[in-house]
């Protein structure tokens, strides 16, 4: 049976300007950070995309793979 790598997935509920800094951070650490960007605005979809945080599109889908 072989074992299959995963990377830790952290999901950041506010990817708001605090949030996107700890995704960030998080990131450069090797870790996958989600977040749902559904009703945010384009500034805060903006910011999570520089920071490498990817969005899951619904908060259950977050809630799933974190």
Do not use: F, K, Y
Not at 37 to 42: D, V, W
């Amino acid at each position: 049976m072989s074992q299959v790598a995963t990377i830790p997935t952290v999901g950041i509920m506010s990817p708001g300007e605090m949030g996107q800094a700890i995704g960030r951070r998080l990131r450069d650490h090797g870790l996958r950070v989600i977040t749902c960007l559904h009703g945010r605005s384009a500034r805060t979809a903006a910011r999570a995309a520089a920071a490498g945080i990817e969005d899951t599109g619904d908060d259950a889908t977050l809630v799933q793979e974190a």
